[in-house]
């Protein structure tokens, strides 16, 4: 049976309507891009990688995925709760970083500088988490124009910052402090829509906070540590390409890893989105989910295919074009990589379907399975290397190609479980 695509559908109408504005982000973010690169050398953004991986393992744990269950309580008085408790937490976990932080650099370090990156990086994850919290309460309320706001000003105001920044000679610490301005301008949105949650919600009836945890435990009981392991496995390739080879090449990685994210910036985190608010709905009236899921499944296929084929064939002379001669490695590099990527831009697109569906545990050992081979393999690139009689970029192949096999298994084994649920909801009614 063939799919059919409704543009008038709702799940279009809105992933346009977020689309729209992170696209334009991106067209931002594609015209300043080729001269923020010729500003920073490879190393600056290997350091700048490994700042952000960092960044985005302390943003996991940041509200303890509580934030996820945002959408899903059926009033909004309850999911005021969530969303309060959320914020609540991220308050506990900045205050933690600095802590530790500090602890480290008053009996170890006592430099100054790294005193400054301590209190960079917790800012930078509050207010990655602190957008996180307000999106999705914006994606429970619909707001997604909101969303669109954000994500225009948050990539705006970062990589004109980049740029002057790289101008001035600034290095890894430009890119890092334009990164803090682009989300605290982005998170103003949010600021605004917090005041007026409060003044609506604040006066009902309120529910005990540890009622409110309870219900939703498997987010930080399942969802958190799989996420954990996610942001471990990216801290820790950091470290094994900068240990086993240098800091530039894990640069070259970083940005091409980057670059080919893109896709799933601009389409797949936007469909994602409004995936998860419509399959929630539905699955908790009962409807039907496997059709819906399957249809976007298949346009991210369709979207996905050609840009990723094209790098996959001239990915080393686009890169070395658009960015300069310094990352053609990079391009090399994004070329084996690609098949790799264009199975996780439909695979993330979906990702949140096993917290709708109670498959999270499920979801979790997959997660583990999926993260213990990565690992492996960056764990023992120099001995594969060897053993094989082959170059970095043939390694990373290999990687890519494997990934490709374990993502499509697992979109495909999710397909079939939402269908198994469709037709024991059928049998049921």
């Given at each position: 049976m063939g799919v059919k695509f409704n543009l008038k559908s709702e799940l279009i109408r809105s992933a346009l309507l977020l689309t729209s504005g992170t696209v334009i982000a991106q067209a931002i973010s594609y015209v300043l891009t080729p001269f923020i690169t010729r500003l920073y050398s490879p190393e600056d953004f290997g350091e700048?990688?490994?700042?952000?991986?960092i960044v985005a393992f302390l943003s996991v744990i940041g509200a303890a995925r509580y934030e996820y269950a945002i959408p899903l309580p059926k009033k909004d008085e309850h999911a005021f709760h969530v969303y309060r408790l959320s914020l609540r937490i991220l308050l506990?976990?900045?205050?933690?970083?600095?802590?530790?932080g500090g602890i480290y650099w008053f009996f170890d370090t006592k430099q100054d500088h790294y005193f400054f990156y301590v209190l960079l990086i917790s800012a930078l994850t509050g207010f990655t988490v602190f957008i996180s919290i307000g999106r999705h309460w914006a994606i429970r309320k619909k707001w997604f124009k909101n969303i669109t706001i954000s994500t225009l000003l948050t990539s705006s105001?970062?990589?004109?910052?980049?740029?002057?920044?790289?101008?001035?000679?600034?290095?890894?610490?430009?890119l890092a402090?334009?990164?803090?301005?682009?989300?605290?301008?982005?998170?103003l949105v949010y600021v605004f829509d917090a005041v007026g949650i409060y003044k609506v919600n604040n006066k009902?009836?309120?529910?005990?906070?540890?009622?409110?945890?309870?219900?939703?435990?498997?987010?930080?009981?399942?969802?958190?540590p799989h996420a954990l392991i996610d942001a471990s496995r990216e801290l820790l390739i950091a470290f094994f390409l900068t240990l086993y080879l240098s800091t530039a090449l894990f640069g070259s990685y970083d940005h091409s890893f980057r670059m080919l994210k893109i896709p799933l910036l601009l389409i797949g985190v936007a469909v994602g989105q409004v995936l998860y608010n419509r399959v929630s709905t539905d699955f908790a009236q009962g409807s039907?989910?496997?059709?819906?899921?399957?249809?976007?499944?298949?346009?991210?296929?369709?979207?996905?295919?050609?840009?990723?084929?094209?790098?996959?064939f001239y990915g080393?002379?686009?890169f070395e074009f658009v960015f300069g001669s310094e990352w053609r490695l990079s391009g090399n590099i994004a070329a084996v990589l690609s098949p790799w990527l264009m199975a996780n831009f439909v695979a993330s697109s979906i990702s949140m379907i096993p917290a709708i569906i109670g498959k999270l545990k499920w979801f979790f050992w997959v997660g583990i399975f999926t993260t213990s081979i990565q690992l492996s393999c960056f764990?023992?690139?120099?001995?594969?290397?060897?053993?094989?009689?082959?170059?970095?970029?043939?390694?990373?192949?290999i990687i890519s190609w494997i990934m490709f096999v374990l993502f499509t298994i697992s979109v495909v084994w999710l397909l079939q479980i939402t269908r198994r649920l469709d037709r024991k909801g059928e049998q049921e009614n």
């Open positions: 700048f990688g490994v700042i952000m991986r506990y976990t900045i205050i933690l970083s600095l802590f530790v105001t970062s990589n004109i910052a980049k740029l002057l920044a790289g101008i001035a000679g600034f290095g890894v610490f430009g402090v334009s990164t803090l301005l682009g989300l605290i301008i982005g998170s009902k009836e309120k529910l005990r906070k540890s009622v409110v945890a309870h219900q939703y435990k498997e987010f930080p009981r399942v969802n958190l039907k989910i496997f059709p819906l899921l399957k249809r976007s499944v298949v346009l991210l296929t369709c979207i996905g295919i050609i840009p990723f084929t094209v790098i996959y080393a002379p686009i764990a023992f690139f120099p001995e594969i290397m060897d053993w094989l009689k082959i170059s970095e970029i043939e390694m990373f192949e």
